[in-house]
């Protein structure tokens, strides 16, 4: 019954929908299931030019000292 599953997707959609509203007005989200790498961008294209890592394998993109992209490795390993 793709109703029962559409139902289950759209819980997720609105339990996320708090958290959403508090990034920038625009943005982009990608995801790599094979990859298991997940793209967030605040500006498209997307051209940094340089990148920090953190302890956590987030990569930090900026250009010109603005943060205009996320790239995390290993996403699934924040699911709840």
């Given at each position: 019954?793709?109703?029962?599953g559409?139902?289950?997707?759209?819980?997720?959609?609105?339990?996320?929908?708090?958290?959403?509203?508090?990034?920038?007005?625009?943005?982009?989200?990608?995801?790599?299931?094979?990859?298991?790498?997940?793209?967030?961008?605040?500006?498209?294209?997307?051209?940094?030019?340089?990148?920090e890592?953190?302890?956590?394998?987030?990569?930090?993109?900026?250009?010109?000292?603005?943060?205009?992209?996320?790239?995390?490795?290993?996403?699934?390993?924040?699911?709840r």
């Open positions: 019954m793709a109703e029962a559409a139902g289950e997707e759209l819980k997720k959609i609105i339990s996320a929908i708090p958290m959403l509203l508090e990034f920038p007005d625009r943005f982009h989200v990608d995801y790599d299931r094979e990859a298991d790498v997940l793209y967030i961008s605040f500006e498209r294209p997307q051209k940094a030019t340089d990148t890592v953190t302890d956590e394998g987030i990569l930090l993109r900026f250009r010109e000292g603005r943060l205009v992209g996320i790239t995390v490795l290993n996403a699934s390993r924040f699911k």
